[in-house]
């Protein structure tokens, strides 16, 4: 079974920069989209930032500028880059991957177990 491991969580001042990782333990056979999520204490799990299979990007107004997501094909491997961040941003980040294990007719949503981000003011 797939399990998503986030790592690159982790304490920074505000202004500072984070590099979150997300690695598929089996190989997808076809990952159609990607997303980045993140839930602060006492709120709902909010999309950060997507990209397709195509490669298109999309991204929440609150991180517009500053985040950027990007994938690394052969290793199954995805990432946010994290810059200027605020106190706001704090909050756990999860990854998930819509894609195909082993039929290309059956795609499904895999997430990940959360890493956790803190920026102090």
């Known amino acids: 079974q797939v399990h998503l491991v986030e790592s690159g969580g982790g304490l920074v001042q505000a202004g500072g920069s984070l590099r979150l990782s997300c690695a598929a333990s089996i190989r997808f056979l076809r990952v159609n989209r990607m997303g980045w999520y993140r839930q602060a204490p006492g709120k709902q799990r909010d999309l950060v930032a997507i990209i397709t299979s195509g490669g298109s990007t999309n991204y929440a107004d609150s991180v517009k500028g500053r985040f950027t997501i990007s994938e690394d094909n052969a290793k199954n491997t995805w990432y946010l880059q994290m810059d200027s961040l605020k106190p706001e941003d704090t909050a756990v980040y999860y990854c998930?991957?819509?894609?195909?294990?082993?039929?290309?007719?059956?795609?499904?949503?895999?997430w990940g177990q959360g890493t956790q981000v803190t920026v102090s003011s």
């Open positions: 998930n991957v819509a894609g195909s294990l082993t039929s290309l007719s059956d795609s499904r949503n895999y």
